[in-house]
Every structure is written in structure tokens, then in C-alpha cells.
């Protein structure tokens, strides 16, 4: 951890901590699923291509005819297999089609009993970065008192620094709120 020798450069760390934490709570929800096509799914999937481990899209184009397929088209044909076994270890949730050339994933619509396991997915999501924010939070308001024990810091001073920090976390935490609800509305579209 850095050593922030004033109120603004911890509130300002702070703040840098809480928007990587944003960042995180939306990569999180590219990767559930909500029975549209989207390229994000694929992002964790690896494939041994020549030794290396690479993403499918560095090996393959992915396109998105239609908003329930997608097509990987592998740049060299000789790693379709690979790849097909890489889309069935990541366990998807789609059984991948290959017709020798092109592989489909075809998302099936999801029925109204997956729906509510996903919509519970993105809640215990949401509440780990609620978590993760408020535990940045925490690390503000410790450096705090530690400024104020070392008298680099007047009482007044941090109940100021004390305020700011709390109000970022509410905003942080109202996003983290905004952005659940979208994907929950996302999920729930039929």
C-alpha cells in the first residue's frame, strides 16, 4: 500500500480503488450469461494453440449473426478441435456446433427458473464489490487516524477527510446498485 501523507492523496487513492472495483463488477456480468450472444462469454476460454495457452479471440474471429448465435471462425482450421474441447471444458452451458469450418454457439431462451439462479448470481456479485468497496473504505479511514495519531492531521481536518470518504463510498456503492439493477432488468427480459 502506498503511503499517502495527506487527506487528498488517500481520498484519492480511495477513489482510484473504488473505480478499479467498478470495473470489476462489470467484466463480472459480461460473463453471466442472459441468453443473448455476446463475445464477452469467451473471454475465459483458452485454447492450446501451438503450445500457448490464447483467448479464442486471438486465434479466431468471432462474429454474432443474430442476437442468439455466434460464429468463431478459427483463422487456421486445424485448431477447430481444440477449440471445440476448450468451449466444452469452460462448461458454457451451450454445446457447441461444428460443422467443420465454423463453430455455433447457439444460446438457448432461458426459462423463468434459470433466470432467478442468474438474477441471484448477480446479487451475491454485488454484494462481494459492496464488500470490497466498503473494505477500501476502511483502509481511508485507517490511514486517517493513523495522519491523526501522528499529528500530521487536526481533528477537524479529519472529520472533513472522514465525510468525503463516506460520500464517495455511498456513490460507489449507489453505482454498484444502478449497474445490478440493469443486468437484473437484462436477465428478467423475456
Not at 447457439?106 to 426459462?111: A, G, K, S, Y
Not at 434459470?114 to 476502511?138: D, T
Request: hydrophobic residues 40%.
Amino acid at each position: 500500500m502506498p503511503a499517502s501523507n495527506t487527506p487528498e492523496a488517500v481520498y484519492q487513492e480511495a477513489k482510484k480503488r473504488m473505480i478499479r472495483t467498478i470495473e470489476a463488477i462489470k467484466r463480472e456480468f459480461t460473463l453471466v450469461r442472459t441468453g443473448r450472444a455476446s463475445a464477452a462469454i469467451l473471454d475465459a476460454v483458452r485454447v492450446d494453440y501451438y503450445g500457448s495457452s490464447m483467448s479464442i479471440n486471438q486465434v479466431a474471429s468471432v462474429g454474432v449473426p443474430d442476437a442468439r448465435t455466434l460464429e468463431i471462425k478459427p483463422w487456421d482450421a486445424s485448431i477447430l478441435p481444440e477449440m471445440e474441447r476448450a468451449l466444452l471444458k469452460a462448461n458454457l452451458g451451450i454445446t457447441p456446433m461444428n460443422d467443420g469450418k465454423i463453430i455455433r454457439l447457439v444460446f438457448p431462451p432461458l426459462n423463468e427458473e434459470r433466470r432467478c439462479e442468474l438474477v441471484k448470481q448477480v446479487h451475491k456479485i454485488a454484494e462481494e464489490i459492496r464488500v470490497e468497496i466498503r473494505g477500501h473504505r476502511r483502509w481511508a479511514m485507517e490511514s486517517l487516524k493513523t495522519m491523526k495519531k501522528e499529528k500530521s492531521l487536526g481533528e477537524d481536518d479529519e472529520k472533513a477527510a472522514e465525510q468525503k470518504i463516506q460520500k464517495l463510498t455511498e456513490e460507489h456503492i449507489t453505482l454498484v446498485d444502478e449497474i445490478t439493477r440493469h443486468k437484473e432488468q437484462e436477465l428478467m427480459e423475456v
